[in-house]
Protein backbone atom coordinates (compact mmCIF):
# COMPACT_ATOMS: atom_id res chain seq x y z
CA UNK A 1 0.00 0.00 0.00
CA UNK A 2 1.46 3.44 -0.67
CA UNK A 3 2.08 5.19 1.91
CA UNK A 4 3.64 8.99 2.92
CA UNK A 5 4.82 9.57 6.67
CA UNK A 6 5.54 13.04 8.15
CA UNK A 7 7.64 13.78 10.85
CA UNK A 8 7.67 15.50 13.36
CA UNK A 9 3.76 16.02 13.61
CA UNK A 10 4.58 19.54 14.82
CA UNK A 11 7.74 21.94 15.45
CA UNK A 12 8.10 24.84 17.77
CA UNK A 13 11.04 27.29 15.74
CA UNK A 14 12.61 30.66 17.36
CA UNK A 15 12.62 33.03 14.36
CA UNK A 16 16.32 32.46 12.94
CA UNK A 17 16.26 29.00 14.11
CA UNK A 18 16.84 26.97 10.73
CA UNK A 19 14.97 23.10 10.87
CA UNK A 20 14.09 20.13 8.61
CA UNK A 21 10.53 18.35 8.01
CA UNK A 22 10.89 14.75 7.06
CA UNK A 23 8.67 13.04 4.48
CA UNK A 24 9.23 9.40 3.77
CA UNK A 25 7.65 7.37 1.37
CA UNK A 26 6.73 3.97 0.15
CA UNK A 27 5.57 3.81 -3.27
CA UNK A 28 5.79 1.17 -6.25
CA UNK A 29 6.46 3.21 -8.30
CA UNK A 30 7.32 7.64 -7.93
CA UNK A 31 6.22 9.91 -10.67
CA UNK A 32 6.41 12.73 -8.79
CA UNK A 33 7.09 14.33 -4.83
CA UNK A 34 5.40 17.45 -3.86
CA UNK A 35 5.32 19.90 -1.12
CA UNK A 36 2.56 22.37 -0.31
CA UNK A 37 1.67 24.63 2.66
CA UNK A 38 -1.34 25.03 4.34
CA UNK A 39 -3.09 28.18 6.09
CA UNK A 40 -5.58 27.61 8.70
CA UNK A 41 -9.09 27.06 6.78
CA UNK A 42 -7.32 27.70 3.46
CA UNK A 43 -6.48 25.00 0.53
CA UNK A 44 -3.00 23.70 -0.50
CA UNK A 45 -0.79 26.26 -1.46
CA UNK A 46 2.15 24.00 -4.20
CA UNK A 47 5.60 24.88 -3.28
CA UNK A 48 7.61 22.31 -5.00
CA UNK A 49 7.82 19.28 -7.07
CA UNK A 50 10.92 16.45 -7.17
CA UNK A 51 11.01 13.73 -9.44
CA UNK A 52 14.31 12.18 -8.80
CA UNK A 53 16.51 11.46 -6.77
CA UNK A 54 19.39 13.84 -6.15
CA UNK A 55 17.28 17.02 -7.12
CA UNK A 56 16.52 19.92 -5.16
CA UNK A 57 14.17 23.08 -5.03
CA UNK A 58 15.24 26.23 -3.75
CA UNK A 59 12.25 28.64 -2.72
CA UNK A 60 12.76 31.94 -0.13
CA UNK A 61 13.67 30.13 2.80
CA UNK A 62 12.80 26.88 1.88
CA UNK A 63 14.87 24.41 0.07
CA UNK A 64 13.24 20.60 -0.74
CA UNK A 65 15.43 17.77 -1.34
CA UNK A 66 14.26 13.92 -2.75
CA UNK A 67 16.13 10.69 -1.80
CA UNK A 68 15.16 7.50 -3.06
CA UNK A 69 13.03 6.67 -0.01
CA UNK A 70 12.49 10.29 1.64
CA UNK A 71 12.57 14.28 1.40
CA UNK A 72 13.25 16.76 3.49
CA UNK A 73 11.70 20.29 3.85
CA UNK A 74 15.12 22.68 4.86
CA UNK A 75 13.87 25.92 6.69
CA UNK A 76 16.80 28.56 7.29
CA UNK A 77 16.26 31.21 9.40
CA UNK A 78 12.22 30.64 9.31
CA UNK A 79 10.02 34.01 10.28
CA UNK A 80 7.16 34.19 12.08
CA UNK A 81 5.17 34.40 8.78
CA UNK A 82 6.57 30.87 7.90
CA UNK A 83 4.25 29.38 10.50
CA UNK A 84 1.85 27.23 8.70
CA UNK A 85 1.53 23.25 8.25
CA UNK A 86 3.80 21.77 5.32
CA UNK A 87 2.18 18.88 3.95
CA UNK A 88 4.10 16.18 1.57
CA UNK A 89 2.41 14.47 -1.52
CA UNK A 90 3.38 11.64 -3.89
CA UNK A 91 2.24 11.07 -7.31
CA UNK A 92 2.70 7.37 -8.76
CA UNK A 93 3.01 6.44 -11.87
CA UNK A 94 0.30 3.39 -12.40
CA UNK A 95 -0.46 3.06 -16.02
CA UNK A 96 -4.09 4.13 -14.95
CA UNK A 97 -3.30 6.98 -12.60
CA UNK A 98 -3.94 10.29 -13.25
CA UNK A 99 -2.03 11.94 -10.82
CA UNK A 100 -4.03 11.58 -8.12
CA UNK A 101 -1.91 12.87 -4.93
CA UNK A 102 -1.34 10.63 -1.74
CA UNK A 103 -0.48 13.09 1.12
CA UNK A 104 1.04 12.59 4.13
CA UNK A 105 -0.69 14.14 7.61
CA UNK A 106 1.74 17.31 7.48
CA UNK A 107 3.69 19.08 9.99
CA UNK A 108 2.87 22.02 11.93
CA UNK A 109 5.20 24.62 12.20
CA UNK A 110 4.79 27.81 14.64
CA UNK A 111 7.67 29.84 14.19
CA UNK A 112 7.74 32.27 17.48
CA UNK A 113 9.45 35.79 17.51
CA UNK B 1 -2.45 34.97 -11.25
CA UNK B 2 -4.95 32.77 -12.34
CA UNK B 3 -6.50 30.27 -9.29
CA UNK B 4 -8.53 28.07 -8.66
CA UNK B 5 -12.17 29.48 -7.27
CA UNK B 6 -15.23 27.69 -4.75
CA UNK B 7 -18.12 28.38 -3.91
CA UNK B 8 -20.03 28.17 -1.57
CA UNK B 9 -16.96 28.61 1.01
CA UNK B 10 -19.10 27.05 3.89
CA UNK B 11 -22.08 25.60 3.59
CA UNK B 12 -24.02 24.02 6.40
CA UNK B 13 -26.86 21.16 5.75
CA UNK B 14 -29.27 18.62 7.37
CA UNK B 15 -28.46 15.09 7.06
CA UNK B 16 -30.25 13.44 4.13
CA UNK B 17 -29.88 16.60 2.01
CA UNK B 18 -28.44 16.75 -1.57
CA UNK B 19 -25.32 19.69 -1.93
CA UNK B 20 -23.77 20.76 -4.74
CA UNK B 21 -20.45 22.61 -4.26
CA UNK B 22 -19.11 24.72 -7.19
CA UNK B 23 -15.59 25.28 -8.52
CA UNK B 24 -14.12 27.00 -11.31
CA UNK B 25 -10.22 25.62 -12.32
CA UNK B 26 -7.70 27.75 -13.95
CA UNK B 27 -9.15 28.15 -17.52
CA UNK B 28 -5.71 26.65 -19.68
CA UNK B 29 -6.19 22.77 -17.38
CA UNK B 30 -7.12 20.11 -18.27
CA UNK B 31 -7.13 18.00 -15.54
CA UNK B 32 -9.83 18.38 -12.53
CA UNK B 33 -9.79 16.61 -9.19
CA UNK B 34 -11.84 16.76 -6.11
CA UNK B 35 -10.37 16.32 -2.06
CA UNK B 36 -10.97 16.29 1.18
CA UNK B 37 -9.71 17.08 4.39
CA UNK B 38 -12.02 16.04 7.54
CA UNK B 39 -10.89 18.09 10.43
CA UNK B 40 -7.31 16.92 11.66
CA UNK B 41 -6.68 14.09 8.79
CA UNK B 42 -4.96 13.99 5.81
CA UNK B 43 -6.14 15.25 2.45
CA UNK B 44 -8.19 12.43 1.04
CA UNK B 45 -8.80 11.84 -3.43
CA UNK B 46 -11.98 11.55 -3.92
CA UNK B 47 -12.04 12.05 -7.92
CA UNK B 48 -10.63 12.67 -10.80
CA UNK B 49 -11.80 13.99 -14.10
CA UNK B 50 -10.33 14.64 -17.74
CA UNK B 51 -11.89 14.72 -21.30
CA UNK B 52 -15.66 14.98 -20.14
CA UNK B 53 -15.49 11.84 -17.74
CA UNK B 54 -14.61 10.58 -14.64
CA UNK B 55 -10.37 8.31 -14.86
CA UNK B 56 -10.20 7.46 -11.34
CA UNK B 57 -11.68 7.52 -7.84
CA UNK B 58 -10.99 6.68 -4.73
CA UNK B 59 -13.33 4.07 -2.25
CA UNK B 60 -14.84 7.13 -0.67
CA UNK B 61 -16.10 8.41 -3.67
CA UNK B 62 -19.33 5.57 -3.64
CA UNK B 63 -22.89 6.06 -5.87
CA UNK B 64 -24.07 9.49 -3.42
CA UNK B 65 -21.31 11.27 -5.00
CA UNK B 66 -20.73 12.69 -8.71
CA UNK B 67 -19.03 15.04 -10.34
CA UNK B 68 -19.76 17.77 -13.95
CA UNK B 69 -18.57 20.08 -15.62
CA UNK B 70 -22.05 21.65 -16.89
CA UNK B 71 -20.06 23.85 -19.07
CA UNK B 72 -16.30 25.14 -20.13
CA UNK B 73 -15.73 26.89 -16.78
CA UNK B 74 -16.93 25.05 -13.90
CA UNK B 75 -16.59 21.95 -11.80
CA UNK B 76 -19.10 20.36 -9.55
CA UNK B 77 -19.31 17.86 -7.17
CA UNK B 78 -22.54 16.48 -6.04
CA UNK B 79 -23.57 14.82 -2.67
CA UNK B 80 -27.00 13.33 -3.27
CA UNK B 81 -27.93 12.20 0.46
CA UNK B 82 -25.24 13.70 3.09
CA UNK B 83 -24.51 11.96 6.19
CA UNK B 84 -22.86 13.23 8.93
CA UNK B 85 -19.71 12.11 8.32
CA UNK B 86 -19.87 13.90 5.15
CA UNK B 87 -18.56 16.83 7.32
CA UNK B 88 -15.39 18.16 6.10
CA UNK B 89 -13.38 20.62 4.12
CA UNK B 90 -13.65 20.19 0.20
CA UNK B 91 -11.24 20.92 -1.97
CA UNK B 92 -10.90 21.08 -5.82
CA UNK B 93 -7.84 21.45 -8.08
CA UNK B 94 -6.74 21.76 -11.55
CA UNK B 95 -3.48 21.25 -13.47
CA UNK B 96 -2.30 21.20 -16.69
CA UNK B 97 1.42 19.96 -16.52
CA UNK B 98 2.14 18.12 -13.17
CA UNK B 99 1.50 20.28 -10.55
CA UNK B 100 -2.20 20.67 -8.71
CA UNK B 101 -3.08 23.90 -7.75
CA UNK B 102 -5.85 24.10 -5.17
CA UNK B 103 -8.76 26.13 -4.51
CA UNK B 104 -9.33 27.65 -0.71
CA UNK B 105 -11.86 25.01 -0.19
CA UNK B 106 -15.73 24.42 0.85
CA UNK B 107 -16.83 23.89 4.45
CA UNK B 108 -19.55 21.19 4.33
CA UNK B 109 -21.16 21.29 7.93
CA UNK B 110 -23.85 17.60 8.00
CA UNK B 111 -25.82 18.36 11.17
Known amino acids: EDQVTQSPEALRLQEGESSSLNCSYTVSGLRGLFWYRQDPGKGPEFLFTLYSAGEEKEKERLKATLTKKESFLHITAPKPEDSATYLCAVQTNYGGSQGNLIFGKGTKLSVKP | EPEVTQTPSHQVTQMGQEVILRCVPI?????FYWYRQILGQKVEFLVS????????KSEIFDDQFSVERPDGSNFTLKIRSTKLEDSAMYFC?????????FGPGTRLTVT
Open chain 2, 93 to 101: ASRSTNEQY
Open chain 2, 27 to 31: SNHLY
Open chain 2, 49 to 56: FYNNEISE
